[in-house]
């Protein structure tokens, strides 16, 4: 075309004007921490492997997820989740089913039959765990996948700790818990049940281990001075959940008081619920707010019939009968006696009053720093004795699964450093994502899927499971809640908003570089990027 | 093929032969007749393919146009008067861009006081518009003139005005030549536009230019024009060989070889004056015509190697440079520069005002005695200018002239012999 | 919604992109092949809503039609801004004649692509609100009422904002401008008639109208896309704020946006000959203070003495557009 002069241009020619010079403020991709990452005791990449659940690419999300744990289906049942009740879209309408989707996962990796990768390479070191609880686990499944040979020795008769002995199968069935460990056996570790530690150092020694990961868990019921009479019957918690996986069941009769505030108290009662009583009364101290039990478990409890005194100890226990003392909240909320006395009907009366450690196996060892019962240990799970390292219900710490697993964790990269003469530094944490970097109006409303409940019925009368899983379709959905705080998703925002078009796409899974020729600095790709990967940063002129 | 035909219909048909591809009109006396018969060509399938775009306004015309040319279509609208001013910034537009429009001014006067009849005001304000303006002086020229003038424009890639007297022209039944198909088909070729909107090729038309370069685009307008004085001439003579006459050119002279008194003029006013030369001729006066078909490009030296042996130049035109007097004659004045030669501007035949040969001899002969007055407005009613110039000294607020006038006249009819 | 065809996503349902759809399935705009018909280099201010909704729109347009695509522009900002000799940021045929005559030029090259048998090519018309609601408006008028096959789209951003900010009849009530400036008994723009040209437009009962912003790409690129299923005279309104104009934060151009619809101060609807058939819900109904408080131009409303009784005729306008247009709080389905 003979194009007029000046009037007439060729297309596009305007990339000759590079308008990124008129920028003071630039804008940069980053990761920030989502909260749930940041909550998770275990420390797993709750977003990373949501990411792939959301695209229905299940195998992947749960090669993510059992990076850092390996039991999905049970962190699916039994997991307290710290991570929803931190999740930002709480803030929005209510958290992702964060647990629901990672016992999805199990279930299916369970169903299917999905094993883990193979180990690195044999690094030729021995490691002794003591205790086949989900601390001992999880610190052997992270020191195979390292590649050291690992040998555990536990105690009892079978594996999982208080996973098995302590929580009821109504909450874990324990196929599910088998399957979970069978997987972590596969990868070549070495169970020896039935073997207990009687002095660490001798095993050590006598296995030629290289180092050891102490997980003896909790067990020794504490027992709280109680006058009782000869015909009184009265057992502990742990006790009568650890016979509920024997040949005999515990013998507790019609009317069973359970004493105590914790889960324990309230696992106990609904087992004795379910064992045939007619009544299962929890006696507690305090208030129902102030109970250390999760509210969820006392709703789910109180739906099965279960009764709960409140404010009142026990005083006196007799032949089917207790003495019971009314107590009032001082100002502090500490409760006072009032003098006030009741009695009430009881065929059998079960302490769940917390449990201590039995660290008889400790015994001789030189450096150990024990205090209130539990062994101290550095910030690399290490104790007081170079090469013991310890964790879980052992050492100071809240007392769950999943703090046990995360423990088991953090302790095997220590391990592995150790045996190798270096010392383990993990990533730099990523800067915290708050709620008000998101923009989430990008995200239709979505509340939560809730999991389907067995009918309080048949709960008192079975053991069966009582919360269901979810199906794929709405796992699929709950994970699709997920607003991926603070890393990208390839929304495609930024690129799709530029008024400059100065974001470059790269294409699936590479995400987007900015292209600072022509970006002017609007910030309008900060302020339309739903989760918080895009800030401003003062331009270097 | 010869015919007696309205001067509209004429044009129209002539129009047709040139394959308009897009054609926008919007009804202003003198120019309806043109678009109406046009209008009838395309909906009844004569004239095909051509879109015809009954718009809500000239602006709209112009711009419609606009946007056919650049994509490539031959285009033509239609105007006078008041119309033209209402599209003037499409106008400036069209050929701002180099589109290649043809548009056929009925010339009409310019109100207010609103006035259909002829005269040239219109078109002459637009003399810097950018456009070419030719102007016919009979029928058969302006039917000539718009086939060369689509050649003309599509050659420069520049807009043509025809100009033809509204009423005079446009609504006079005359004996025509209508050329063939064949003809201008030999003659006009299909349109190859030198800029076009079109997916396969994408251009930006019409950019923002800052000083950097707008001279230089405004020069190159001018040197379009330059080069169509000599297109001009060329585009005549091939057309004389196709269609056998002599149409068009730049000016044309008659009896003007040993003139003392030339009388220069445009449009079809141009037959009365040579027929009043005519007479005087047969009476020994010394005294011819120059008639100048191209007012844009003006063409300096044609006028100027014809009135040069003259003594003196007589330049009757139909519109008022109000203020200063003549337009046309100013440029005549400016081909003469440096030439000693007595000049004299007559304004005649505003709003339509007959002018008749018994007026002109009248004004011949004043001039050949250089009685003249260098600017004379032919057959003025100086009783009833007088009297209101002299109620206007009275009384500040003396209210609307024309109004007056016209009461002192006795009249509400436009003088028309 | 007719936008989202796959049922429901919850991750990114409003965003640009999303993995979890067919590529068919997602937005112009997420496309690396996009047509980015508007180039960088353009010379917009920072934010430019005006540079956005084009892109948006025009791309849209050109993946319906292959890139069979010619438009005529008006004067404005987003022609100034996109062609400054020597550069133009346009990849596709376009045209800039007047101020006021885009609709009549577009009809012009809509009439020569009709004539030379090319009808797979098709035209837009663009222009800001001065250039469609005044200037223009006679021509877009005479080009509604013979139906030519043009889609004229309108960058609103309610005043004149190439000339400097003035006044034009798309100028909300109490908006200052240079031409009303917050000043006298009654500072800001005077509450008027009102011209909201997509209500004339369906007047005209043209195969389509429909008004978008900014704010919601994939309603906008539907009503694009859905506007060149038709043959004949086509309109959509798109609001598009002017951070300089406006008085806002460059990165708002978007937030402010979807506020005038969330507000309800700007209808977000589509009708087909001359009858509504949708509108866009709003998800969550603010108050107008939320639309009005971020932007310098009603400053003057937010004072030591807050105008209550000038909010709360805006308040009003912004009811009766949610009862007249039925933009009514969607119950979320799942
Ligand atoms: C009734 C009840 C319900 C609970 N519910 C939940 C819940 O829902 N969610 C949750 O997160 N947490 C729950 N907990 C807490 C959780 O079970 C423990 O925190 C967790 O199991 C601790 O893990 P661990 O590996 O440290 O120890 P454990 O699980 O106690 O495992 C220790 C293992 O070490 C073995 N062992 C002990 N001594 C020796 C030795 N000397 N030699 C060899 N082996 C030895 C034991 O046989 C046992 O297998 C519950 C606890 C109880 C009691
Ligand atoms: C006939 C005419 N009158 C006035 C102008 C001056 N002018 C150019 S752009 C413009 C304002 C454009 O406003 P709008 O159409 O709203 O577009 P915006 O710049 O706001 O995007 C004006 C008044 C002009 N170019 N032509
Ligand atoms: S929304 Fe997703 S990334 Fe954000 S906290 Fe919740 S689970 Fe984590
Ligand atoms: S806007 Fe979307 S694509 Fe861009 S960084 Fe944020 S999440 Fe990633
Ligand atoms: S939206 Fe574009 S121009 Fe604005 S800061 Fe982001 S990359 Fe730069
Ligand atoms: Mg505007």
Redesign the interface.
């Given at each position: 075309m003979d194009k007029p002069f000046a009037i007439t241009l060729d297309p596009g020619s305007s990339l000759a004007n590079h308008t990124g010079s008129w920028r003071t403020k630039k804008p940069v991709y980053l990761d920030r921490l989502p909260p749930c990452n940041n909550a998770c005791p275990a420390g797993e990449n709750i977003q990373g492997w949501l990411f792939h659940a959301e695209s229905g690419d299940y195998e992947k999300a749960w090669r993510v997820l059992t990076l850092d744990n390996p039991f999905p289906s049970i962190m699916g049942r039994v997991c307290y989740h710290p991570c929803e009740s931190a999740c930002n879209r709480g803030q929005l309408d209510s958290p992702v089913g964060i647990n629901s989707v990672e016992r999805f996962l199990g279930d299916e990796a369970i169903k299917r039959g999905w094993k883990f990768d193979a180990p690195a390479a044999s690094t030729g070191k021995e490691v002794l765990i003591v205790g086949a609880g989900p601390s001992g686990l999880s610190a052997a499944y992270h020191l195979a996948r390292l590649g050291h040979s690992v040998e555990i020795h536990d105690a009892g008769p079978l594996s999982g700790g208080m996973m098995r002995f302590g929580i009821p199968k109504y909450r874990l069935p324990r196929d599910v818990l088998d399957a979970e460990v069978a997987r972590i056996l596969k990868l070549g570790v070495t169970l020896k049940l039935n073997t207990k530690v009687a002095n660490i150092e001798d095993s050590m020694r006598a296995g030629n281990f290289d180092a050891a990961f102490l997980a003896v868990g909790a067990h020794i019921g504490k027992r709280a001075f109680i006058p009782a009479g000869d015909a009184a019957h009265i057992v502990d918690a742990i006790s009568v959940l650890r016979s509920m996986e024997g040949e005999d069941k515990p013998m507790l009769g019609r009317r069973v008081v359970v004493y105590g505030g914790g889960n324990t108290a309230i696992d106990v009662a609904r087992t004795a619920k379910r064992l045939g009583a007619t009544d299962a009364i929890i006696v507690y101290r305090r208030t129902r707010e102030k109970m250390p039990a999760h509210d969820f478990e006392v709703e789910e409890a109180l739906q099965e019939g279960i009764m709960i005194k409140w404010l009142s100890t026990i005083k006196q226990a007799d032949e089917g009968m207790l003495t019971l003392e009314k107590m009032k909240l001082d100002d502090k909320g500490f409760p006072q006696p009032t003098g006030e006395f009741e009695t009430m009907a009881a065929d059998s009366l079960v302490l769940a009053l917390g449990q201590d450690v039995d660290l008889s196996l400790l015994q001789g060892v030189s450096g150990l720093e024990i205090s209130d019962g539990v062994v101290k240990v550095g910030p690399n799970m290490m104790t007081g004795h170079q090469g013991i390292f310890a964790g879980g219900d052992m050492v100071p710490s809240e007392r769950t699964v999943t703090v046990g697993v995360g423990h088991g964790k953090k302790a095997a990269r220590h391990i592995d450093a150790w045996l190798r003469n270096t010392t383990y530094e993990p990533a730099a944490k990523h800067e915290p994502v708050d709620f008000k970097m998101l923009n989430t109006w990008y995200y239709s409303d979505a509340p939560k899927t809730l999991r389907p409940m067995l009918d309080a019925i048949r709960r008192q009368s079975s053991f069966d499971e009582v919360q269901g899983g979810l199906d794929e379709t709405n796992a699929l959905f709950e994970a699709r809640r997920c607003l991926s705080c603070g890393n990208c998703f390839e929304c495609d925002n930024c690129y799709g908003v530029c008024p400059d078009n100065a974001v470059i796409k790269l294409g699936p899974g590479k995400r987007f570089l900015f292209n600072y020729d022509y970006c002017k600095g609007c910030g309008m790709c900060v302020a339309e990027c739903p989760c918080g990967a895009i800030k401003m940063v003062a331009e270097d002129i | 093929m010869l015919k007696q035909i309205e001067g509209s219909r004429a044009v129209a048909e002539a129009i047709a032969l040139c394959r308009p591809?897009?054609i926008?009109a919007y009804p202003i006396s003198p120019q309806t007749h043109i678009v109406e018969a046009l209008g009838e060509m395309v909906k009844s399938e004569k004239l095909a393919?051509?879109?015809f775009?009954?718009?809500?306004?000239e602006?709209?015309a112009m711009?419609?146009?606009?946007?056919?040319?650049?994509?490539?279509?031959r285009?033509y609208t239609a105007t006078a008067s008041q119309g033209l001013l209402f599209m003037v910034?499409?106008v400036y537009?069209a050929s701002?861009?180099?589109l290649p429009i043809v548009m056929t001014v009925a010339n009409r006067a310019i109100g207010a006081p609103i006035n259909i009849w002829n005269d040239h005001s219109d078109s002459l304000s637009q003399r810097d518009s950018g456009w070419m303006q030719l102007f016919a002086e009979t029928n058969q020229e302006a039917l000539d003139l718009h086939i060369q003038a689509f050649k003309l424009a599509e050659e420069l890639?520049l807009p043509v005005m025809v100009c033809m007297d509204g009423f005079i022209l446009t609504h006079a039944y005359e004996q025509v030549d209508m050329p063939t198909q064949q003809q201008v088909d030999a003659y006009l070729q299909p349109y190859e536009p030198?800029?076009?909107?079109?997916?396969r090729?994408?251009?930006?038309?019409?950019?923002?230019?800052?000083p950097?370069?707008?001279m230089?685009?405004r020069y190159?307008a001018h040197a379009k024009q330059m080069q169509a004085l000599e297109r001009i001439p060329q585009l005549a003579a091939e057309f004389k060989q196709i269609f056998g006459r002599d149409t068009g050119g730049l000016v044309h002279t008659y009896r003007a070889e040993d003139a003392e008194t030339i009388v220069v003029a445009m449009g079809s006013v141009l037959g009365t004056i040579k027929d009043t030369v005519d007479e005087m001729r047969d009476d020994g006066h010394k005294i011819g015509v120059l008639g100048i078909t191209s007012f844009r490009p003006f063409p300096l030296a044609q006028v100027r190697a014809a009135l040069q042996n003259a003594k003196r130049v007589v330049v009757l035109e139909k519109s008022l440079a109000v203020g200063i007097g003549g337009i046309l004659s100013t440029d005549v004045r400016m081909a003469l520069s440096g030439l000693q030669l007595h000049g004299y501007t007559v304004v005649a035949g505003l709003g339509g005002r007959a002018i008749t040969r018994k007026s002109l001899h009248k004004l011949f002969r004043e001039a050949q005695q250089d009685t003249l007055q260098q600017l004379t407005f032919l057959d003025l009613d100086w009783d009833v200018v007088n009297k209101q110039l002299a109620r206007e000294r009275a009384v500040r607020r003396s209210g609307p002239a024309a109004e007056n006038m016209l009461r002192d006249i006795g009249t509400v009819a436009s003088k028309i012999a | 919604m007719p936008f989202q065809p796959i049922k429901f996503y919850q991750t990114g349902t409003f965003t640009v992109g999303n993995r979890l759809l067919k590529p068919e399935d997602r937005s112009v705009q997420s496309h690396r092949d996009r047509s980015n018909a508007i180039n960088s280099g353009h010379r917009a201010c920072q934010g430019c809503g005006e540079a956005l909704g084009a892109r948006y729109a025009l791309d849209a347009a050109m993946e319906a039609t292959g890139s069979q695509l010619i438009a005529a522009n008006a004067t404005g900002c987003l022609e100034v801004f996109t062609t400054p000799y020597p550069e133009t940021s346009w990849q596709l045929p376009w045209m800039h004649s007047l101020f006021g005559n885009a609709a009549a030029v577009a009809t012009g090259i809509a009439a020569a692509l009709k004539v030379k048998g090319r009808s797979e090519v098709r035209v837009v018309a663009q222009g800001g609100d001065g250039g469609t609601t005044d200037i223009g408006f006679g021509c877009l008028s005479g080009m509604f009422e013979r139906n030519d096959d043009v889609l004229y789209i309108c960058y609103d951003n309610e005043a004149y904002m190439n000339t400097g900010v003035q006044r034009s009849s798309a100028t909300p009530p109490a908006a200052r401008t240079a031409t009303t400036m917050p000043v006298g008994p009654n500072p800001g723009n005077e509450f008027g008639q009102g011209k909201f040209v997509p209500a004339i437009a369906m007047a005209h009962e043209i195969p389509y109208v429909a008004t978008a912003t900014v704010a919601d790409l994939r309603d906008l690129e539907a009503k694009v896309k859905r506007a060149m299923e038709f043959r004949g005279a086509r309109y959509i309104h798109i609001l598009v704020p002017c951070p300089l104009g406006w008085g806002t934060a460059s990165h708002d151009t978007i937030h402010i946006a979807r506020l005038a619809h969330e507000t309800g101060l700007f209808p977000v609807f589509e009708a087909e000959h001359g009858v509504q058939v949708s509108a866009l819900p709003i998800r969550k109904q603010l108050p107008v203070e939320e639309y009005l408080k971020p932007q310098k131009r009603f400053a003057h409303l937010f004072g030591a003495k807050p105008k209550l009784d000038v909010i709360a005729r805006i308040q009003e306008r912004a009811d009766r557009n949610i009862r007249k247009y039925g933009m009514v709080q969607r119950e979320e389905v799942l």
């Amino acid at each position: 075309m003979d194009k007029p002069f000046a009037i007439t241009l060729d297309p596009g020619s305007s990339l000759a004007n590079h308008t990124g010079s008129w920028r003071t403020k630039k804008p940069v991709y980053l990761d920030r921490l989502p909260p749930c990452n940041n909550a998770c005791p275990a420390g797993e990449n709750i977003q990373g492997w949501l990411f792939h659940a959301e695209s229905g690419d299940y195998e992947k999300a749960w090669r993510v997820l059992t990076l850092d744990n390996p039991f999905p289906s049970i962190m699916g049942r039994v997991c307290y989740h710290p991570c929803e009740s931190a999740c930002n879209r709480g803030q929005l309408d209510s958290p992702v089913g964060i647990n629901s989707v990672e016992r999805f996962l199990g279930d299916e990796a369970i169903k299917r039959g999905w094993k883990f990768d193979a180990p690195a390479a044999s690094t030729g070191k021995e490691v002794l765990i003591v205790g086949a609880g989900p601390s001992g686990l999880s610190a052997a499944y992270h020191l195979a996948r390292l590649g050291h040979s690992v040998e555990i020795h536990d105690a009892g008769p079978l594996s999982g700790g208080m996973m098995r002995f302590g929580i009821p199968k109504y909450r874990l069935p324990r196929d599910v818990l088998d399957a979970e460990v069978a997987r972590i056996l596969k990868l070549g570790v070495t169970l020896k049940l039935n073997t207990k530690v009687a002095n660490i150092e001798d095993s050590m020694r006598a296995g030629n281990f290289d180092a050891a990961f102490l997980a003896v868990g909790a067990h020794i019921g504490k027992r709280a001075f109680i006058p009782a009479g000869d015909a009184a019957h009265i057992v502990d918690a742990i006790s009568v959940l650890r016979s509920m996986e024997g040949e005999d069941k515990p013998m507790l009769g019609r009317r069973v008081v359970v004493y105590g505030g914790g889960n324990t108290a309230i696992d106990v009662a609904r087992t004795a619920k379910r064992l045939g009583a007619t009544d299962a009364i929890i006696v507690y101290r305090r208030t129902r707010e102030k109970m250390p039990a999760h509210d969820f478990e006392v709703e789910e409890a109180l739906q099965e019939g279960i009764m709960i005194k409140w404010l009142s100890t026990i005083k006196q226990a007799d032949e089917g009968m207790l003495t019971l003392e009314k107590m009032k909240l001082d100002d502090k909320g500490f409760p006072q006696p009032t003098g006030e006395f009741e009695t009430m009907a009881a065929d059998s009366l079960v302490l769940a009053l917390g449990q201590d450690v039995d660290l008889s196996l400790l015994q001789g060892v030189s450096g150990l720093e024990i205090s209130d019962g539990v062994v101290k240990v550095g910030p690399n799970m290490m104790t007081g004795h170079q090469g013991i390292f310890a964790g879980g219900d052992m050492v100071p710490s809240e007392r769950t699964v999943t703090v046990g697993v995360g423990h088991g964790k953090k302790a095997a990269r220590h391990i592995d450093a150790w045996l190798r003469n270096t010392t383990y530094e993990p990533a730099a944490k990523h800067e915290p994502v708050d709620f008000k970097m998101l923009n989430t109006w990008y995200y239709s409303d979505a509340p939560k899927t809730l999991r389907p409940m067995l009918d309080a019925i048949r709960r008192q009368s079975s053991f069966d499971e009582v919360q269901g899983g979810l199906d794929e379709t709405n796992a699929l959905f709950e994970a699709r809640r997920c607003l991926s705080c603070g890393n990208c998703f390839e929304c495609d925002n930024c690129y799709g908003v530029c008024p400059d078009n100065a974001v470059i796409k790269l294409g699936p899974g590479k995400r987007f570089l900015f292209n600072y020729d022509y970006c002017k600095g609007c910030g309008m790709c900060v302020a339309e990027c739903p989760c918080g990967a895009i800030k401003m940063v003062a331009e270097d002129i | 093929m010869l015919k007696q035909i309205e001067g509209s219909r004429a044009v129209a048909e002539a129009i047709a032969l040139c394959r308009p591809e897009v054609i926008c009109a919007y009804p202003i006396s003198p120019q309806t007749h043109i678009v109406e018969a046009l209008g009838e060509m395309v909906k009844s399938e004569k004239l095909a393919p051509c879109e015809f775009i009954n718009v809500e306004s000239e602006f709209a015309a112009m711009s419609v146009a606009i946007g056919a040319s650049a994509t490539g279509a031959r285009a033509y609208t239609a105007t006078a008067s008041q119309g033209l001013l209402f599209m003037v910034e499409a106008v400036y537009n069209a050929s701002g861009l180099g589109l290649p429009i043809v548009m056929t001014v009925a010339n009409r006067a310019i109100g207010a006081p609103i006035n259909i009849w002829n005269d040239h005001s219109d078109s002459l304000s637009q003399r810097d518009s950018g456009w070419m303006q030719l102007f016919a002086e009979t029928n058969q020229e302006a039917l000539d003139l718009h086939i060369q003038a689509f050649k003309l424009a599509e050659e420069l890639s520049l807009p043509v005005m025809v100009c033809m007297d509204g009423f005079i022209l446009t609504h006079a039944y005359e004996q025509v030549d209508m050329p063939t198909q064949q003809q201008v088909d030999a003659y006009l070729q299909p349109y190859e536009p030198r800029q076009v909107l079109d997916p396969r090729e994408p251009v930006s038309i019409g950019a923002m230019v800052g000083p950097e370069a707008f001279m230089e685009v405004r020069y190159l307008a001018h040197a379009k024009q330059m080069q169509a004085l000599e297109r001009i001439p060329q585009l005549a003579a091939e057309f004389k060989q196709i269609f056998g006459r002599d149409t068009g050119g730049l000016v044309h002279t008659y009896r003007a070889e040993d003139a003392e008194t030339i009388v220069v003029a445009m449009g079809s006013v141009l037959g009365t004056i040579k027929d009043t030369v005519d007479e005087m001729r047969d009476d020994g006066h010394k005294i011819g015509v120059l008639g100048i078909t191209s007012f844009r490009p003006f063409p300096l030296a044609q006028v100027r190697a014809a009135l040069q042996n003259a003594k003196r130049v007589v330049v009757l035109e139909k519109s008022l440079a109000v203020g200063i007097g003549g337009i046309l004659s100013t440029d005549v004045r400016m081909a003469l520069s440096g030439l000693q030669l007595h000049g004299y501007t007559v304004v005649a035949g505003l709003g339509g005002r007959a002018i008749t040969r018994k007026s002109l001899h009248k004004l011949f002969r004043e001039a050949q005695q250089d009685t003249l007055q260098q600017l004379t407005f032919l057959d003025l009613d100086w009783d009833v200018v007088n009297k209101q110039l002299a109620r206007e000294r009275a009384v500040r607020r003396s209210g609307p002239a024309a109004e007056n006038m016209l009461r002192d006249i006795g009249t509400v009819a436009s003088k028309i012999a | 919604m007719p936008f989202q065809p796959i049922k429901f996503y919850q991750t990114g349902t409003f965003t640009v992109g999303n993995r979890l759809l067919k590529p068919e399935d997602r937005s112009v705009q997420s496309h690396r092949d996009r047509s980015n018909a508007i180039n960088s280099g353009h010379r917009a201010c920072q934010g430019c809503g005006e540079a956005l909704g084009a892109r948006y729109a025009l791309d849209a347009a050109m993946e319906a039609t292959g890139s069979q695509l010619i438009a005529a522009n008006a004067t404005g900002c987003l022609e100034v801004f996109t062609t400054p000799y020597p550069e133009t940021s346009w990849q596709l045929p376009w045209m800039h004649s007047l101020f006021g005559n885009a609709a009549a030029v577009a009809t012009g090259i809509a009439a020569a692509l009709k004539v030379k048998g090319r009808s797979e090519v098709r035209v837009v018309a663009q222009g800001g609100d001065g250039g469609t609601t005044d200037i223009g408006f006679g021509c877009l008028s005479g080009m509604f009422e013979r139906n030519d096959d043009v889609l004229y789209i309108c960058y609103d951003n309610e005043a004149y904002m190439n000339t400097g900010v003035q006044r034009s009849s798309a100028t909300p009530p109490a908006a200052r401008t240079a031409t009303t400036m917050p000043v006298g008994p009654n500072p800001g723009n005077e509450f008027g008639q009102g011209k909201f040209v997509p209500a004339i437009a369906m007047a005209h009962e043209i195969p389509y109208v429909a008004t978008a912003t900014v704010a919601d790409l994939r309603d906008l690129e539907a009503k694009v896309k859905r506007a060149m299923e038709f043959r004949g005279a086509r309109y959509i309104h798109i609001l598009v704020p002017c951070p300089l104009g406006w008085g806002t934060a460059s990165h708002d151009t978007i937030h402010i946006a979807r506020l005038a619809h969330e507000t309800g101060l700007f209808p977000v609807f589509e009708a087909e000959h001359g009858v509504q058939v949708s509108a866009l819900p709003i998800r969550k109904q603010l108050p107008v203070e939320e639309y009005l408080k971020p932007q310098k131009r009603f400053a003057h409303l937010f004072g030591a003495k807050p105008k209550l009784d000038v909010i709360a005729r805006i308040q009003e306008r912004a009811d009766r557009n949610i009862r007249k247009y039925g933009m009514v709080q969607r119950e979320e389905v799942l």
